[in-house]
């Protein structure tokens, strides 16, 4: 029998793991979601992320705008 050695989906896409950390803390923090609404960019975005213990680039806050809220409404203007 052979092992196989495929990466995890966190080690393969690490924002993929962060993202779906930050919904789980945007769902449970409402004081973090209204925090991060007001927020003026990604790169802000990113760094009130990080003060709150999760990891995730502006690119990839970028590329999932419109996925972090239900609706699916942009949270920057593009």
């Known amino acids: 029998m052979t092992t196989c050695n495929l990466p995890t989906p966190e080690t393969a896409h690490p924002s993929v793991a962060a993202l779906h950390q930050l919904k789980e803390l945007l769902q449970g923090d409402p004081v973090f979601a209204k925090a ?3 927020t ?7 760094k009130l992320a990080a003060e ?11 590329r999932h705008r ?3 809220v239900s609706g699916g409404l942009p949270t920057w203007r593009g």
């Open 36 to 38: 991060l609404a007001a």
């Open 40 to 46: 003026a960019s990604t790169e802000a975005a990113a």
């Open 52 to 62: 709150h213990g999760v990891q995730v680039s502006p690119e990839a806050l970028w």
């Open 66 to 68: 419109g996925m972090l």
